[in-house]
């Protein structure tokens, strides 16, 4: 059997037990019948329909019970697709086989945050949405996939057919993803034969992130012993640090994701345009839900649910000659995908900005959760040492080991660098079209980026 895009099979079937379903729908959402195809898929089911349109709807990326009229509401709520606050679904009853010694089922031992508990009324293993931040950790974990995350694939294609301008913005993890000789260039293309509007890469938004985080750094580290810590990238490091160490907020910056800053840059850009951003993390599909920063990004899309609606296209990223762009992204921005790039090229920018503050930027970095909790407790207690910049990634790895990529991290880590020396920019501070960009804010230089009215755009409250 051929590998797609050249992925070791051992990784193309840890997949969800759904993904020849969803495989299915996708491809008849794509032809015209989606109607005759889901009737069908519905009259060969003999068991429970409820637990099986469960599954469809998680699949579609809505929230559909069965009756009667299933299939038109389906379609209907697919067309006028509202955003559903709840990520992680719990399709049908855990057998509790995959229990412990110690009495804890695989996704409960593995939750960060300890939201899965059991319900003193049905007795059964339920979502505590007080405390999950739709990590996604749980959906790796569960080999029975009664945990699953919302797709919001169908809901884009429906805006890419009804004549909307769509974007893929996409996570700098994507290099090497889709093969190792697909180039940006080339996923352009594919893109735009699956009816995107453009591409961009969110590298070059983390590149503006980058120096707003300088001029934090510059503010906040004032003496030794202060300290920062980064909120750029990852929603599993700012959902503990909400959630589980909220002493320590007031050293957090109050800077959005990189994929924030996209939808928000873009939106202002062109009123018009809907932005999709691609990456290999379930969690951003709640950061992209967050009250305080919702309706910036319209869907979230991991690689594999690309590679889905690449398969289901016939469109092959390797057989692309590739829609040409010039060079925007840095280096700097390139490695945001992995654990501590954003405190690389945080440093340089420090370096190039404030070179004589740059002394006093020491870095540390945690790489997995089990990391990010040991370093958080030891910055609570005071015993971090000699630090004043603090980077978290959720992710063993950072955005490589994402659970919905591709390939192995250390492949993705790989890729990451390669397409990070490739960059002609090395430095965000250097480069002239963020100045080009950033002048339309009004931000023309560092003492612009300190007032709070012109970088709102970058900032969020915590």
Known sequence: MAEPYGIPMRYAVNMSRHEELFKRLVSAYYNDNFREVLTEVLSQEREDLDFFTDIVSVLCGVDIEYDDKYVRNLIRAITNYQVNKKVIAKVGECSESCRSATGRTRCQSICPFNAIVRDPITKTFVIDDSRCIGCGLCVDACDSSILMDRVELLPVASSIRNGEKVIAAVAPAIAGQFGENVTLDMLREAFAKAGFADMVEVAFFADMLTLKEAVEFDKLVQNAGDLMITSCCCPMWVGMLKKIYYDLVPDLSPSVSPMIAAGRILKELNKDVRVVFIGPCIAKKTEAKDPDIAGVIDAVLTFQEVKVMFDALEIDPGNMSGVSSMEYASRGGRLYARTGGVSAAVGEAIEEMFPLKYRMFKSVQANGVKECKALLDMVKS?????????????????????????????????????????????????????????????????????????????????
């Open 382 to 462: 005071g015993e971090v040492g000699d630090v004043s910049f603090i980077e978290g990634m959720g992710c063993a790895g950072g955005c490589v080991g994402g659970p919905k990529g591709l390939i192995p991290k250390e492949s993705g880590l790989m890729f990451v660098e390669k397409s990070a020396q490739e960059s002609v920019i090395k430095v965000a501070a250097n480069s002239y079209l963020i100045d080009e960009i950033l002048g339309r804010f009004g931000v023309h230089d560092r003492e612009d980026f300190k007032d709070h009215a012109k970088t709102g755009i970058f900032e969020r409250t915590f």
